[in-house]
C-alpha cells in the first residue's frame, strides 16, 4: 500500500503547470516556424556542403595539415548545425558554433594559401559564405543577422584579393561575387525576419483571441451564478417571510430569524461578489461597441450601431457592466419587441464617460406593472449600472422603449 501515494504523488508531479502550458500555446506559431526555418535551411546547407566538399577533396593533399585541419575545423560544426537543424534541438548553439568559426577560417584562409596561390578558380570554403549568412539567422539577434550579412561578403572580397595578390583581373570577379554574395544575404535575412514577425503576429492574435474567450466565458458564467443566487435568494427571502408572518411563540420566532439572517448573510456574500466582478484595467470605450456587435450576432438581430464622440478609456470594470447591462436590454428589446427599430447609439466622450442608447420600436410596456420578483430589468440594468455610479433611464410608451445607460467619471 505505501507504493499507492508515491504513485499518485509522481503522476502529479508530471502534469504542466498552467503557465507552462499557456506559454507553450502562446508561441505554438513561433516555434513551428523556426523549425520550418531550420529544416529549410538544413537542405539547403548540406547541398552547397557537398558541393564544398567536392570542390575541396581533389585539390587537397592529406599531408598538407593547415589545409586539413581548416577542412575539419569547418566541417565538424558544419555537420553538428545539420544535424541540429534535423532533429530541432540546440539550433542555435550549434549554428552559431558554426557562424563563427566560419569566420575564423574564412579570415585566416590567406595566411593558408599565400599570395602566389593566387587562381581563377574559387577555393573551397567560398561555397560556404551564404552558409555563413543563414547560420547566423537561426543564431543571432536580428542586428547581429544583418551585421553577418553585410560584413562576411566583404571579408570574403578581402580574402579573395589577398589570395590574388591585388591583381586587376580579381577586382572585377571580386567585386561581382561580393554584390551577388550581399544582396543574397539580406534577401535571406529579410526574408527570415519576415516569417518570424508573421508567426509573432499569429501567435498574439490567438493569445487576444483566447483571453477574450476567456473573459466571455468568464462573464458568461458569472452571470448564469448570479440568476441562480437571484432564484435561491428570492426563495430564501420569500420563506423567511412566510416563517415571520406564520410564527407562533418562542421557536417559531427563533426560527424565522435564523432563517431572515441565513438570507441576509446570503444577500451579503452576492453583493460583494458583484462588486468584486472585472478590474479597473482601462478599456478603450470601442471596445464596448465591438461587444455589442458580438452580442447582436449572439441573437442573431439586426439593429443600425452608431459611434459618436472620441475614443477614450474606461475602468475595466464599468465597461463590463455596461456591456452586460446592454445586453440585457438588447435582449429584451429581441424578446418582448421582436427587434422592431432596434438602434444603439454609443456617444464617446474621451475619458470623461459614454452614454450608450438602445431603442425600438416595440409595443413598450409599463415598468412600474412589473412584479417584484422579476430581475431582467431591476437587478440585470438598474442595479448593475448604479453599483458602478452610473446612470439607468427606461422610457417606454407605446411608441417603443428607450434604455439609456451612462458613465461619467467623477
Not at 175 to 203: K, P, Y
Amino acid at each position: 500500500m505505501p507504493t499507492e501515494p508515491l504513485s499518485i504523488r509522481e503522476a502529479w508531479s508530471q502534469i504542466p503547470s498552467p503557465g507552462s502550458v499557456e506559454t507553450e500555446f502562446e508561441r505554438f506559431t513561433g516555434k513551428r516556424m523556426e523549425r520550418i526555418l531550420a529544416t529549410v535551411v538544413a537542405i539547403g546547407s548540406s547541398a552547397l556542403g557537398v558541393q564544398a566538399l567536392f570542390a575541396a577533396l581533389p585539390t587537397m593533399s592529406w599531408s598538407d595539415a593547415p589545409r586539413v585541419i581548416t577542412l575539419l575545423a569547418v566541417y565538424i560544426p558544419f555537420a553538428l548545425m545539420l544535424v541540429a537543424c534535423l532533429v530541432g534541438r540546440g539550433v542555435r548553439t550549434a549554428s552559431g558554433l558554426f557562424a563563427i568559426v566560419y569566420v575564423l577560417a574564412l579570415g585566416a584562409w590567406p595566411s593558408l594559401v599565400g599570395v602566389s596561390a593566387g587562381s581563377a578558380t574559387q577555393p573551397w570554403i567560398f561555397f560556404l559564405v551564404n552558409v555563413g549568412v543563414v547560420a547566423a539567422m537561426l543564431a543571432f539577434p536580428l542586428w547581429l543577422q544583418f551585421s553577418w550579412a553585410v560584413g562576411l561578403p566583404f571579408v570574403y572580397g578581402y580574402v579573395r584579393l589577398v589570395e590574388g595578390g591585388f591583381s586587376r583581373d580579381f577586382w572585377v570577379t571580386t567585386a561581382f561575387d561580393v554584390s551577388f554574395t550581399l544582396i543574397l544575404g539580406i534577401v535571406i535575412i529579410s526574408l527570415g525576419w519576415m516569417f518570424r514577425s508573421v508567426a509573432a503576429g499569429v501567435d498574439e492574435a490567438r493569445a487576444r483571441a483566447v483571453s477574450s474567450y476567456a473573459d466571455a466565458a468568464a462573464a458568461a458564467a458569472a452571470e448564469e451564478e448570479r440568476v441562480a443566487m437571484s432564484a435561491l435568494m428570492h426563495d430564501s427571502v420569500l420563506a423567511a417571510l412566510i416563517a415571520v408572518e406564520r410564527a407562533e411563540g418562542e421557536r417559531a420566532r427563533e426560527l424565522a430569524v435564523g432563517m431572515a439572517r441565513e438570507a441576509l448573510t446570503r444577500l451579503a456574500n452576492t453583493e460583494a461578489a458583484v462588486a468584486q466582478e472585472g478590474s479597473d484595467e482601462p478599456v478603450a470605450t470601442d471596445q464596448i461597441v465591438a461587444e455589442l456587435r458580438r452580442a447582436l450576432s449572439e441573437l442573431g438581430a439586426d439593429a443600425i450601431v452608431e459611434e459618436r464622440g472620441p475614443i477614450g478609456l474606461l475602468p475595466g470594470r464599468v465597461a463590463r457592466a455596461l456591456v452586460l447591462a446592454a445586453r440585457q436590454a438588447l435582449g429584451n428589446a429581441v424578446t418582448h419587441a421582436h427587434g422592431r427599430g432596434l438602434h444603439i447609439l454609443a456617444e464617446g466622450r474621451g475619458d470623461e464617460g459614454i452614454v450608450v442608447t438602445i431603442s425600438d420600436t416595440g409595443p413598450g410596456f409599463d415598468l412600474d406593472a412589473i412584479g417584484a420578483d422579476r430581475l431582467g430589468i431591476r437587478a440585470s440594468i438598474l442595479a448593475r449600472m448604479a453599483g458602478v455610479a452610473g446612470t439607468a433611464d427606461i422610457d417606454s410608451s407605446e411608441l417603443g422603449t428607450t434604455v439609456t445607460l451612462g458613465w461619467e467619471h467623477s
